[in-house]
């Protein structure tokens, strides 16, 4: 479990981290067009189930039971991290989407 919570603490870090990148990336916008935020919610809800279902369905490396406890702890390190920082990369792919409808 530890590297489960390992991956978790790292993965918030990182997504609140990248949420308050993607605010100020898209401060300006949201304050003159109002309209803007439906779509990035929609990207973002879009991105997060995504991101969510990719570190879900990962191959990850087989664990033999009473063994390779290595193996399982990197394991719980990827999908608590994947799980924790999914929220802020879907901020940051809705902030370069809401971006790019800007231009």
């Given at each position: ?8 603490v790292t993965g ?26 439906a779509l990035f ?63």
């Amino acid at each position: 479990m530890s590297g489960m919570l390992a991956g978790c603490v790292t993965g918030a870090a990182a997504s609140v981290i990248l949420c308050f990148a993607a605010y100020a990336a898209t401060r300006k916008i949201f304050e003159t067009r109002r309209n803007i935020r439906a779509l990035f919610i929609e990207i973002f809800a879009a991105a997060f189930i995504l991101i969510v279902m990719a570190v879900h369905f990962y191959p990850y490396q087989k664990v033999r039971p009473g063994s390779d406890y290595d193996i399982a702890m990197k394991n719980f390190l990827i999908q608590g991290f994947g799980y924790s920082a999914g929220a802020g990369f879907a901020a940051i792919i809705a902030a370069a989407g809401v971006r790019l409808k800007n231009i």
